[in-house]
């Protein structure tokens, strides 16, 4: 027989957890014992930095009403940093760190109906580095000086967040041309696939070929500097036109290409599939391989799918095992998405919902993993059915599983007259890092002949004339140099501060002599 304090105990317990299980209904603000849900706090971390280096980065409170409460909730700022005074829902952390230390942290924001969000920080400030230039004996053009080692490093979400990048564009304008041996000149798609000496070069369009039919050719190149074999490997067969390719080579050497066709100047954009276990024959076929009707990509749960036009923007990536086909209906569709769809048997796909709500085309997807933690980053362009005097701007996207992807963020628009209308972005990339972007362009309008131009991601110099201003870059030539102008004594001679390729972290500073004709690579410390 149980004790009657047994008894009255379990009994006390139950009541107990019943009322808890009526009384809350969890952190959505409703039920009688909801409590008032938290405000987030971003970035989720923050850049390093180092002394002598001033430092600036914004706090944001995310969905929090004004006024709001910014508070340091433990921890101590880096020494000479501090929090300005704002009720706002940004804050600045700025100063000139005079130490070098590990900063740990926590920031407050609390909003006018007591919603509270805190997140933790830690920051590590490191002794001034060391830059310098050592000459790599090279000559360049008269008047030009040369400095190499600029590439970016690994793929940084964090930089990628904030969007602080230093794109510098290339030099030569444009950086590949069509060829001048027909009337037929328009090239733009380009597509870099990293090779164990390069790159293999993709592109589409008429690059001097006697019809104006789209077509995809490949050029190899080991720097982006000198190019060779430049030839053609998709004709376009049985369309009008076959362009807008990008290409997965996996761990065996095989090659698998999604590109979009049009049967006719009336029909619908779709996207079609060919593969190479050597990079050489396609579809059975040694190139150039004549495209054919059953190349199509078939997608038979979307209904929308054969009505509706699919002109560029199709993307293939080899994620898990699967194949995933992004495929965007931009602006010929009635509404704007980019759509995912997989496979294990291409050219059947199988739609798995939207991506992306934009009426943009995506054009690229990378996929990275930093940390632990996977991160996809999508390139996307304007595409326009008629003439538009406005120019257009490149965006990029961020997804963590690649099945749906966050806001656009602007990527860049045209540097210089001559690319204003630019177009088919696709992401430069070598062992994790991003280097840079190709893409397609011309000056007058979307619509019109295009060439290929780059834009560099690169270590921002920040390089200062002792009897002068700063010296500012003519641009970068390849994604590991950049080109200066050599003032009227012919030489620089002054002060150099550098920063990583978002423009904002640190590596070190130093004096220099540099010399116009010669070539330097950047030596840190």
């Known amino acids: 027989m149980r004790s009657a304090t047994l008894v009255w105990t ?32 971003i970035p989720a971390s923050l850049p390093n930095g180092m002394v002598s280096f001033p430092y600036s980065q914004s706090i944001n409170a995310v969905d929090g009403a004004a006024p709001i409460t910014w508070t340091i909730s433990s921890g101590s700022l880096p020494r000479n940093v501090t929090m300005a005074n704002s009720s706002t829902g940004s804050v600045i952390l700025s100063g000139t ?77 444009p950086m590949l041309a069509p060829l001048a041996t027909s009337a037929w000149q328009n090239i733009y798609a380009p597509w870099a696939l990293e090779q164990p000496t390069g790159w293999r070069m993709f592109y589409g369009g008429w690059d001097g070929t ?27 067969g049985d369309f009008l036109h076959v362009n807008n390719e990008n290409i997965t080579q996996l761990s065996d050497g095989s090659m698998h290409m999604i590109c979009t066709i049009a049967v006719d100047e009336t029909s619908n954009g779709k996207p079609a599939y060919f593969a190479s276990p050597d990079g050489i024959t396609w579809n059975g076929t040694s190139e150039p391989y004549s495209a054919r009707l059953t190349d199509v990509v078939s997608i038979p749960n979307d209904s929308n799918y054969p009505g509706w036009d699919f002109n560029g923007g199709n993307v293939l990536l080899w994620d898990a095992n699967t194949w995933a086909l992004y495929y965007s209906v931009g602006i010929y569709g009635g509404i704007g998405q980019v759509y995912r769809a997989t ?36 390139s996307l362009y304007v595409e326009r059915a008629t003439f538009d005097p406005s120019a257009p701007t490149l965006t990029y996207s961020l997804s963590n599983d690649g099945v749906t992807f966050g806001p656009e963020q602007i990527l860049f628009s045209g540097a210089t007259a001559t690319d204003k209308f630019l177009m088919t972005p696709s992401f430069v990339t070598r062992n994790g890092s991003i280097l840079g972007v190709l893409y397609g362009a011309n000056a007058t309008d979307l619509l019109d002949p295009n060439q290929i131009f ?66 330097y690579i950047l030596v840190l410390n």
């Open 210 to 236: 006697p019809t104006p039919n789209d077509r995809v050719y490949s050029i190899d190149t080991p720097d982006f500097l000198t190019f060779t074999d430049r030839i053609m490997v998709i004709d376009h």
């Open 454 to 519: 780059a834009r560099w991601l690169q270590k921002q110099l920040v390089i200062t004339n002792t009897t002068g201003p700063r010296t500012t870059p003519l641009g970068a030539h390849g994604p590991d140099r950049q080109w200066l102008q050599a003032p009227s004594s012919g030489a620089i001679t002054g002060s150099i501060a550098v920063y990583a390729e978002d423009g904002v972290t640190p590596l070190g500073r130093g004096q220099v002599s540099l010399a116009g004709g010669k070539s």
């Open 343 to 378: 496979s294990t048997l291409p050219p059947i796909f199988q739609k798995t919902g939207v991506a992306l709500d934009t009426l943009n085309y995506i054009n690229d997807v990378k996929k990275f993993s930093v940390g632990g933690k996977t991160w996809y980053l999508a």
């Open 10 to 41: 379990v009994l006390l317990a139950a009541l107990v957890v019943l009322a808890c299980a009526c009384g809350s209904r969890g952190g959505n603000g409703s039920g009688t014992g909801s409590h008032t849900p938290a405000i987030s706090i």
């Open 97 to 173: 760190p005079d130490a070098a230390q590990s900063a740990t942290f926590t920031i407050q924001a609390k909003d006018a109906i007591n919603r509270v969000g805190v997140q933790s920080y830690t920051i590590k400030i490191t002794a001034v580095g060391k830059a310098g230039m050592q000459s790599t004996g090279a000559q360049v053009p008269a008047g030009i000086i040369e400095i190499r080692g600029l590439s970016a490093g690994p793929f940084n979400p964090l930089s990628w967040q904030q969007n602080t990048l230093n794109w510098v564009p290339d030099v030569r304008l």
